[in-house]
């Protein structure tokens, strides 16, 4: 929430579908100009200190959320990208990304069954999956 929206407009469904529509375009587009490898480095290799000060300045200039992240997509290391070679953290599936936006807008715990029920049920019914799939 920004200064000066109020909440009816923070939660103005019409603006979260425009804006959403936005990104899906600019994220499609992104995995597509990877996979043919269109002007992407897989990594960027900016010393901390120039990310750190590029940061400062560029979120001073922008107050458009579709222009923030597409610049947060260029400036990160390209996992998706042909030629990455693994590192140390998994490559997620496009569809992982659009799990997570269900589940970070539900934004459900596992702590308590009242915060989650599905997550609980979820959680449950996959560790009983790896448990069997493991011999337990």
């Known amino acids: ?20 529509k936005e990104l899906i375009d600019v994220l499609a587009d992104h995995l597509r100009n990877l996979q043919h490898k269109k002007g992407k480095k897989v990594y960027p290799n900016h010393a901390p200190e120039d990310e750190l000060q590029f940061w400062q300045e560029d979120l001073e200039q922008k107050s458009n959320p579709i222009q923030t ?27 992982s990304a659009l799990t997570g936006l269900v589940t970070n807008l539900v934004n459900n715990s596992t702590g308590v069954y009242e915060m989650g029920p599905v997550s609980n049920a979820m959680e449950r019914v996959i560790t009983d999956f790896t448990a069997k799939k493991s011999g337990l």
């Open 1 to 20: 929430m920004t200064s000066g929206q109020s909440l009816a407009e923070v939660y103005d469904a019409e603006q979260f579908r425009a804006t959403g």
């Open 69 to 95: 992240l597409t610049t947060l997509l260029n400036q990160s290391q390209q996992t998706q990208h042909p030629r990455y070679m693994g590192h140390q953290t998994a490559v997620p599936a496009p569809i």
